[in-house]
């Protein structure tokens, strides 16, 4: 009996486990500054367990920067067990009385840890800090919607392996990166940094003080594996803990969370003596420039005017809209407005670009007004103007061109006008009139001729002939003489062609004239022509069609270059002919599409 219960117990004994799982939390210190980081050790011993703790509750005070596993023997009560270790690097998200919660992982629970971590001090850059990061705002002062800069640097002695900063903000402002990272050498003291630096411009969206938030700079330094505490180490709120199950890992670098101190931007309310637009700036130029020489303008010319307008210490949000008044004489255009950030003088600041089509309508002097820029002298704290002066242009007539009519040179100007839609002196007598004329004079003659055969008595077959084909000859030169009547008399605007032209012998004439002018490289001939068909095709009496191929529109920009634009140079009019001729092909497809397969004309024809 005393046998079978010696071998029972030790049954027993043999059967249970050697003892019961257990779960401990392990910290280096308790003690923390702001932006210090700190290792937590989470160790599970006698149990196993696939599955890592729950880290939602240590996530509310602290930020895990980094974590790992492992697994180690050690001896526990003199017996040998499988030890699991979860390795977090952890950086407080806030000051104060801060706890590591318990965890519960294979029936075990670990107890809970109680930190404590103070603000940072200011750090002097007489100290020999091995690693840290600085924001500091550009000198000047900014107003709402102004533009500051803001430059964070990250200051490193001991030879960062990887690195990240956060994303700036500020409640009540905007950052925008500008340019790329910096990086040079900087000895402070007796210690010789690295600096990499990275440039924002931080945009207020109002007044009062705003306060940059701290940035956090993340990084892998260097740290021996089994090296003693250090200065460094202690500064950074680290210390190396010996880890032997980790197998030397620690060489690798060790996990760092550094801050910044929060900066307080003042950002200046609009002053009681600022008028008008409210542009603040340390200095305003404005300049313009030409496409041509206002001096020696053409009716019908359509000459460039760039106006700029340059604002150091400004941003594009500030920058003034430029209202540009009539002028009697002269249509203007906008063609194109753009603001954007620059640098002037090697200085920050903004710049606006205006574009601005002039045409002139008539022959004259016609004087364009002062531009002028009110803006608020940051430097100086005063209100003051920059001037553009006047502009005079001397406008001549087109050579040969008559003058125009009141009812042309004063037409209203409609929205989204191309520059190429210029008014030009009123058209000289169609080319096809003579044509016409002659034609119906020929058909009258032969009516008389047979008329006369038949009085004779000379009723033959041949008389016949000849009256049906006088009759056919008046009969096509009829509809364009109705049609020049009508157009004399204001009528309906005629039919197109297959070159979107009016299908009578006033167009073919003209195509004539282009044809010939253009292959003997007249220009102003060409354009002439080319202007007599665009009327006859639109009705319109000034507008010109748009053009429907690249090529035909860049030749109608070349011919225009050198009619008004510099002097000199050849033109190439068989080239301008062959890219008409394309231009015809395309409007005559596109004819027969909008027509369909009835071939029928569209109901509302494009003027």
């Known amino acids: 009996m005393r046998r079978l219960a010696a071998f029972s117990l030790a049954l027993i004994l043999l059967c249970a486990p050697a003892g019961a799982a257990t779960l401990t939390s392990s910290i280096e210190s308790t003690a923390l500054e702001m932006g210090d980081s700190v290792t937590l050790i989470i160790s599970l011993s006698g149990g196993d367990s696939a599955q890592p703790p729950d880290l939602t509750a240590l996530t509310r005070d602290f930020t895990i920067l980094d974590r790992r596993r492992g697994s180690r023997q050690a001896v526990v009560d003199g017996k040998p067990v499988t030890v699991n270790d979860w390795v977090l690097t952890l950086a407080p998200r806030r000051a104060g009385a801060l706890t590591i919660p318990a965890f519960s992982l294979a029936g075990a629970t670990s107890a809970p840890i109680r930190i404590d971590v103070t603000a940072a001090a200011q750090p002097a850059k007489e100290e020999t800090r091995p690693l840290f990061i600085d924001v500091t705002v550009g000198k000047g002062t900014v107003y709402a919607q102004g533009e500051i800069p803001v430059y964070v640097r990250v200051y490193d002695s001991l030879g960062m392996r990887s690195g990240s900063i956060n994303q700036i903000k500020a409640e009540g402002a905007s950052f925008r990166e500008e340019g790329q990272q910096d990086s040079y050498v900087r000895t402070i003291g007796k210690t010789r940094y690295h600096v990499v630096q990275q440039t924002y411009i931080m945009t207020p969206q109002r007044s009062g003080p705003i306060e940059i938030e701290p940035v956090t700079l993340k990084a892998t330094i260097p740290v021996p594996y089994n090296s003693s505490p250090s200065e460094m180490a202690r500064m950074l709120g680290r210390g190396n ?35 008008g637009w409210f542009l603040p700036a340390r200095a305003v130029t404005v300049r313009q420039s030409w496409s041509g020489d206002p001096a020696r303008a053409r009716v019908g010319e359509t ?135 002659a034609g119906l004079l020929s058909a009258l003659a032969g009516l008389g001729e047979v008329w006369s055969r038949l009085k004779g008595g000379d009723a033959g077959w041949l008389g016949a002939l000849a009256l049906g084909l006088a009759l056919l000859v008046a ?64 009705g319109r009496g000034l507008a010109e069609p748009a053009p429907r191929t690249a090529e035909f529109q860049a030749a109608l920009r070349e011919l225009r270059a050198h009619l008004f634009g510099a002097p000199g140079g050849h033109w190439d009019g068989k080239g301008f002919l062959a890219a008409w001729r394309k231009e015809t092909g395309a409007t005559a497809a596109a004819r027969r599409k909008r027509r369909g397969p009835e071939g029928l004309r569209p109901l509302y024809p494009e003027a």
């Not at 060489?251 to 009681?272: I, M």
């Not at 004539?512 to 220009?523: G, S, V, W």
């Open 241 to 275: 803990v010996p880890m032997p199950w980790l197998d030397g890992s620690l060489t690798r670098g060790q996990e760092v969370s550094l801050h910044s101190d929060k900066v307080t931007v003042e950002v200046l309310p609009r002053p009681a003596q600022a008028e």
């Open 303 to 437: 000459l460039t005017r760039t106006l700029i307008v340059e604002a150091v210490g400004a941003s594009p949000n500030q920058m003034p809209p430029l209202q540009l008044p009539d002028v009697d004489g002269l249509r203007q255009y906008e063609e194109d407005t753009q603001t954007n950030s620059a640098v002037i003088d090697r200085q920050q600041g903004a710049a606006l670009t205006k574009v601005i089509a002039v045409v002139p309508s008539r022959a004259g002097t016609f004087t364009l007004p002062p531009v002028t820029i009110g803006w608020w002298n940051t430097d100086r704290k005063a209100q003051e103007q920059t001037t553009l002066p006047a502009v005079t242009l001397t406008v001549a007539a087109l050579p040969g061109a008559a003058a125009p009519t009141p009812q042309q040179a004063e037409a209203p100007a409609t929205g989204a006008t191309r520059s190429e839609d210029v008014p030009q002196p009123a058209p000289p007598p169609a080319a096809g009139s003579s044509i016409l004329t």
């Open 475 to 538: 009969l096509a030169f009829a509809p364009a003489l109705l049609r020049r009547r009508s157009r004399t008399a204001g009528g309906a605007v005629p039919a197109r062609s297959r070159l979107g032209f009016a299908p009578s012998a006033a167009r073919a004439g003209s195509e004539q004239a282009l044809t010939r002018a253009a292959k003997a490289n007249d220009a102003a001939a060409t354009y002439a022509a080319y202007l007599d068909l665009s009327r006859t095709a639109t």
